[in-house]
């Protein structure tokens, strides 16, 4: 952990921690989802401009 974060959390309770938790899990899922969903549409482009498919 870098050096701000650590500080930023340091005399956190333990309800704040859980919704820094929470907030850093919502924040990595969203971003996964997101290249998740770039990649998926990249790849349906792909496919439809390859002439041999149907």
């Not at 870098?2 to 333990?14: I, K, P, R, V, W």
């Not at 938790?21 to 792909?46: P, T």
Request: hydrophobic share 40%; proline share 2%.
């Amino acid at each position: 952990m870098d050096t701000y974060s650590s500080h930023a959390l340091e005399g956190a309770s333990g309800v704040e921690l859980t919704i820094a938790l929470y907030d850093g899990i919502i924040r990595f899922m969203h971003n996964a989802m997101r290249q998740w969903s770039v990649r998926m549409s990249s790849d349906a482009a792909l496919q439809s401009s390859e002439p041999w498919t149907s």
